[in-house]
């Protein structure tokens, strides 16, 4: 999809969110044999300074070369274990690229795994306070977002008490509320999110899309191909780790299907 | 700037929360360390022949900074790991994850100095001009502790076995640094000299606890901490160059 921008004040808005060019990523396998002190002590030494090649090597993305421009949705399709996840945590800087180039222009913020990391001990307040710092917001923007936060959850008063009191649908709504509260230029989501009762997931459904809408940028990895082809604009099939198709939405997911 | 505030603040949270459910709060701390101090220096000071007003003092600084040297030690080596849920949803990098686990310890240890103080008042201890010199001490076991937590939480990361390791080793160089006994008069000259010269928790402790006591340090000891925390950083720095894009995985 081609962006045509109109005049020279545009440049720098036609320049993509997103730039990935040959990118491969390899990880090494740990074979448990490998770990043991105790079976081969000079594997220790052996494996940090001198013989690579006894540890193996898995190449779970190769060769992936995309790009993102202001205003597309990306969807990401493939089978499960394609590489789909570790594609939008290398994108969010979670991980790094073993080889290529990846430029990511914007800050771009996944929402994976919104639950975890939330104390147990702290109450809900805190929790939205030791969220937001470690989101890099400050002190003076999470206490104006407090008040919002505390009415979409619709927590109430149980905003003081310790997370540990929580029900799990209060857990994950104060945990969505949390996630959702800032909108980062480019949006990663490893699956769309949704939970709790009926009432709620509109809540949700109305608030992702909101975040959605507001963002420059989506990448989207789902499995749910009618998302997916009501959200994004272009589409990306992987398979073991390559990129088979891209062009947009409609397209690929017609391949997508087809190759099930 | 603003950022570190931000993450002290977040650690000053994360330190008030764990003792939520308790009465005393943090100062539980203080607690474990007291006992100790109170048994085994009314103790020591009756069967050696050390008198209490000098060895207790001794044996309260020396169990006060050692509390602090094996918390960095043995947090170190799963710093990474503990903060998995952080570093995986990509909110803070492995820095700030160090930079917290770093202060929570030093949190701990800013209590533990109220015992220190007792003692101090207890035994009229003078404290001179020259007692400042052990904050050059302490800022310096803080920037190992820096360096230790990149260094031994990459290498922690990828073998699990160094969390074992240290905890082996914490327990048994608490007994053979002069702690919980002292350095005799002309202690350096025999085989005890020889193996604190080669010991670096000894000098560490030496330029925290000499200034204090108003005992002089040796030039050696400034010389060993010094390299120790020039070619730490060093190494850490090579480590993290080199590792620190895989620790996500490890983890």
Known sequence: ?260 | MNHITSLIFQTWLQFLVRYRRTFIGPLWIVVGPSLFVLTLGLLFSQISGAKAEVFIPHLTIGLVVWTLVSGFVNGSTTVFQRSRAQILQGGMNLLDVVFVDVTTTVFHFVHQIIIIGVVFLIFHIPVTVYALVSLIGLFLLFANGVWLAVLFGIIGARYRDLVEVTQAVMRIAFLVTPIIWMVGEQGRGGILGVFLVYYPFYHFLELIRAPLLNNPIQPLSWIVVLSITFSGVFLARYYFKRYSGQVALWI
């Not at chain 1, 220790?44 to 992936?64: N, Q």
């Not at chain 1, 206490?143 to 029900?167: Q, R």
């Not at chain 1, 949700?204 to 940028?217: D, F, G, P, Q």
Request: with cysteine; net charge neutral; glycine share 8%.
């Open chain 1, 1 to 260: 999809m081609d962006i045509v921008a109109e005049g020279a004040s545009e440049n720098k808005a036609r320049q993509p969110l997103i730039e990935v060019k040959n990118m491969r990523f390899q990880v090494p396998s740990i074979k448990a044999k490998d770990r043991q002190l105790l079976t081969n002590p000079l594997s220790f030494l052996s494996d940090m300074y001198l013989s690579r090649s006894r540890r193996k090597i898995i190449t779970i993305l190769d060769d992936i070369t995309f790009t993102v421009q202001p205003g597309e949705r990306l969807g990401v399709l493939g089978l499960n274990g394609a590489g789909k996840s570790t594609l939008l945590r290398l994108l969010a800087g979670i991980y790094q690229p073993t080889e290529g180039e990846l430029h990511v222009n914007g800050t771009a913020k996944g929402l994976f795994d919104i639950s975890l990391g939330m104390n147990q001990e702290a109450t809900g307040l805190e929790n939205i306070y030791m969220r937001g710092l470690q989101m890099r917001m400050s002190l003076k923007e999470i206490k104006n977002l407090i008040p919002e936060i505390v009415e979409f959850s619709e927590l109430h008063d149980a905003i003081g008490d310790t997370l540990s009191t929580y029900s799990s649908g209060m857990r994950l709504r104060l945990a969505f509320s949390i996630s959702t509260m800032v909108d980062p230029d480019i949006l990663l989501l490893d699956e769309w999110l949704g939970a709790g009762d009926e009432r709620f997931r509109k809540k949700i459904s109305e608030r992702m899309n909101k975040l959605v809408e507001s963002s420059k940028a989506l990448v989207l990895a789902s499995h749910n191909t009618q998302l997916i082809r009501s959200l994004c604009t272009n589409g990306l099939v992987l398979s073991k780790g390559r990129i088979v198709f891209q062009g947009n939405i409609d397209d690929a997911l017609e391949w997508h299907l087809k190759s099930l």
